[in-house]
């Protein structure tokens, strides 16, 4: 079982930069490969960024490569999501998940998900 809780989500004029946290419970942290997906109102979720276990590899969706950096601190059980040049089009509820699938892009793959974290991008 792992719970994860999110942090970092705010208010933020496009152009600016939000960090998101997501800390794990749960001592097999280092062997889940982490997700960040995001949910606009009207949308359907969709993938943001995805980071293997132990870590060395990353995955994005094009609407946000070159923009968003993802990390993970296994010590700390912690992944982020580094969110720089924010646009209004990334205002949506963002969540952290975890899958036994290394490199999974698809949230059907992810069995566990956090609460989500709202960000808000004004123009």
């Known amino acids: 079982q792992v719970q994860l809780v999110e942090s970092g989500g705010g208010l933020v004029q496009a152009g600016g930069s939000l960090r998101l946290s997501c800390a794990a419970s749960g001592r097999t942290f280092s062997t889940y490969a982490m997700g960040w997906f995001r949910q606009a109102p009207g949308k359907e979720r969709e993938f943001v960024s995805g980071i293997s276990w132990p870590g060395g590899r990353t995955h994005y969706a094009d609407s946000v490569k070159g923009r968003f950096t993802i990390s993970r601190d296994n010590a700390r059980n912690t992944v982020y999501l580094q969110m720089n040049s924010l646009e209004p089009e990334d205002t949506a509820v963002y969540y952290c998940?975890?899958?036994?699938?290394?490199?999974?892009?698809?949230?059907?793959?992810?069995?566990?998900w956090g609460q989500g974290t709202q960000v808000t991008v004004s123009s």
């Open positions: 998940a975890a899958s036994r699938q290394s490199d999974a892009t698809s949230g059907g793959y992810y069995s566990y």
